[in-house]
């Protein structure tokens, strides 16, 4: 079973940039397809990006599509969240997932791993 830990949250200025960490253990990361999710207080957890297994593709969610960029290095067992041109709303737990077996990237229920979430603010 992998085990996922995030990293790379705090506190942030809008327009301005963080990268998350999502770092594997127990398990080689290139098995995994990977997404990426958060929640704000109050609101649903919400898809944010997604990759296969080799990064050869990605998906986004429209709010962050052209801000956000996810990648990996299977050789670190780390995936990554480049997240620029934050605004206000970005505010919220972001959490990694993983998963084995292709399907609807940006259903959480589908994913089988999940890391314990950072929190990430951005002041206005």
């Known amino acids: 079973q992998v085990h996922l830990v995030e990293s790379g949250g705090g506190v942030v200025q809008a327009s301005g940039s963080l990268r998350l960490s999502c770092a594997a253990s127990?398990?080689?990361?290139?098995?995994?397809?990977m997404g990426w999710f958060r929640q704000a207080p109050g609101k649903d957890r919400e898809f944010v990006a997604a990759?296969?297994?080799?990064?050869?593709?990605?998906w986004y969610a429209e709010s962050v599509k052209g801000r956000f960029t996810t990648s990996r290095d299977n050789g670190m067992n780390t995936v990554y969240l480049q997240m620029s041109s934050l605004k206000p709303e970005d505010t919220a737990v972001y959490y990694c997932?993983?998963?084995?077996?292709?399907?609807?990237?940006?259903?959480?229920?589908?994913?089988?791993?999940w890391g314990q979430g950072t929190q990430v603010t951005v002041s206005p």
């Open positions: 127990g398990r080689t990361l290139s098995l995994y397809h």
């Open positions: 997932a993983a998963r084995h077996l292709s399907g609807r990237y940006n259903v959480g229920p589908e994913y089988d791993h």
């Open positions: 990759m296969t297994w080799s990064g050869g593709r990605t």
